[in-house]
């Protein structure tokens, strides 16, 4: 087991960058802005985000999508191969989606046929993998069969990646939707990481061989309320230190739900207040990092540089509050 590529995805100025949009979702990103999503506009839109130089600076690992990690730069050159050269490493998403458990909740699929995607990933020159299960948030939700459910799969998944040597993320999500509070996000997220970890050790795997990747623990974005980041900070530092074993390497948190400066300034107060805190505290953002760059972008050519400088601007402000040195002046 490659037990240094865990720690080689969370050094102290680096995160990841999460291009694992599904095709439905990428599909309504770039709906957002006027385009029709493709192959090859998919294609183009990735490459202008890996080619960007300097971002293997702020960038540690590139999460991808089965359709990105089997295409190539304009020079012919494989994704993978490309990032690998330029010290990013590659991983994918390897869940496929979610089936319905009832009327409202739903599990993370994928397990069939794993084992041999993997293998088929490992020689594209992969070195880490990622599977996401997420949990709606309410009075009454999560299930018990939900969190059971999901679980069972994500610690299946783990052993199945660490079995072919590949570092797993395991992404159990808390939703932001719905008018939850703050405390309620916390008590669910507690409930899930504590189910999670409790699985994981039961089954044997290497908790220093995987990562966590998960929500930050906020209020539902329905509910009309806004926590500062000392707020966020705190409690998410309390969940974190409450269900996640020491032994694992590093939490990487997603930006769901927040615009970017929300999830920057918020990934640095956590830095800020970590204290003693025994894991590495480093972002894996989708949104966080995209939303700005792709709108300067919007499918055209001449839009390419400019979409490029707003991207390492970001990537470059996410590093430094993965620090917990940056300030809302930097954003100027």
Same mark, same amino acid.
Request: charge should be neutral.
């Given at each position: 087991?490659?037990?240094?590529?865990?720690?080689?995805?969370?050094?102290?100025?680096?995160?990841?960058?999460?291009?694992?949009?599904?095709?439905?979702?990428?599909?309504?990103?770039?709906?957002?802005?006027?385009?029709?999503?493709?192959?090859?506009?998919?294609?183009?839109?990735?490459?202008?985000?890996?080619?960007?130089?300097?971002?293997? =600076?702020?960038?540690?690992?590139?999460?991808?999508?089965?359709?990105?990690?089997?295409?190539?730069?304009?020079?012919?050159?494989?994704?993978?191969?490309?990032?690998?050269?330029?010290?990013?490493?590659?991983?994918?998403?390897?869940?496929?989606?979610?089936?319905?458990?009832?009327?409202?909740?739903?599990?993370?699929?994928?397990?069939?046929?794993?084992?041999?995607?993997?293998?088929?990933?490992?020689?594209?020159?992969?070195?880490?993998?990622?599977?996401?299960?997420?949990?709606?948030?309410?009075?009454?939700?999560?299930?018990?069969?939900?969190?059971?459910?999901?679980?069972?799969?994500?610690?299946?998944?783990?052993?199945?990646?660490?079995?072919?040597?590949?570092?797993?993320?395991?992404?159990?999500?808390?939703?932001?939707?719905? =008018?939850?509070?703050?405390?309620?996000?916390?008590?669910?997220?507690?409930?899930?990481?504590? =189910?999670?970890?409790?699985?994981?050790?039961?089954?044997?795997?290497?908790?220093?061989?995987?990562?966590?990747?998960?929500?930050?623990?906020?209020?539902?974005?329905?509910?009309?309320?806004?926590?500062?980041?000392?707020?966020?900070?705190?409690?998410?530092?309390?969940?974190?230190?409450?269900?996640?074993?020491?032994?694992?390497?590093?939490?990487?948190?997603?930006?769901?739900?927040?615009?970017?400066?929300?999830?920057?300034? =918020?990934?640095?107060?956590?830095?800020?207040?970590?204290?003693?805190?025994?894991?590495?505290?480093?972002?894996?953002?989708?949104?966080?990092?995209?939303?700005?760059?792709?709108?300067?972008?919007?499918?055209?050519?001449?839009?390419?540089?400019?979409?490029?400088?707003?991207?390492?601007?970001?990537?470059?402000?996410?590093?430094?509050?993965?620090?917990?040195?940056?300030?809302?002046?930097?954003?100027?």
């Amino acid at each position: 087991m490659k037990s240094d590529i865990a720690k080689k995805l969370v050094p102290l100025h680096k995160g990841l960058l999460a291009a694992d949009e599904s095709t439905g979702t990428i599909k309504k990103r770039f709906a957002a802005v006027g385009l029709v999503s493709s192959p090859e506009l998919n294609r183009q839109y990735r490459q202008m985000l890996f080619t960007t130089p300097g971002i293997e =600076n702020f960038l540690s690992g590139v999460i991808m999508f089965d359709e990105t990690v089997r295409q190539k730069t304009d020079e012919g050159v494989p994704f993978p191969e490309y990032l690998s050269e330029r010290g990013i490493i590659p991983g994918i998403k390897v869940d496929e989606g979610r089936e319905p458990l009832n009327d409202t909740e739903e599990i993370a699929r994928g397990l069939d046929g794993l084992p041999e995607r993997l293998k088929e990933y490992k020689e594209m020159r992969v070195g880490f993998t990622k599977w996401r299960a997420p949990f709606v948030i309410s009075s009454i939700y999560p299930s018990n069969e939900a969190l059971e459910k999901n679980i069972e799969r994500m610690v299946k998944y783990a052993e199945i990646s660490q079995g072919y040597d590949l570092v797993p993320i395991v992404e159990p999500e808390v939703l932001m939707d719905g =008018n939850h509070t703050t405390a309620r996000c916390e008590e669910v997220s507690r409930e899930v990481l504590s =189910n999670l970890f409790r699985e994981l050790k039961m089954a044997g795997i290497d908790l220093k061989k995987l990562l966590l990747k998960t929500n930050m623990i906020l209020p539902g974005k329905d509910s009309n309320v806004k926590a500062d980041s000392l707020e966020v900070a705190h409690a998410t530092l309390r969940t974190m230190r409450k269900t996640v074993p020491s032994e694992v390497p590093g939490i990487v948190f997603l930006s769901g739900g927040q615009s970017p400066e929300e999830a920057t300034a =918020n990934l640095d107060r956590i830095n800020k207040l970590r204290s003693d805190s025994p894991w590495e505290l480093s972002f894996s953002f989708a949104r966080a990092l995209q939303l700005e760059p792709l709108e300067s972008w919007r499918g055209k050519e001449e839009n390419v540089k400019m979409a490029q400088g707003v991207f390492y601007k970001r990537a470059k402000l996410v590093s430094l509050a993965r620090q917990g040195k940056y300030s809302p002046e930097m954003e100027r």
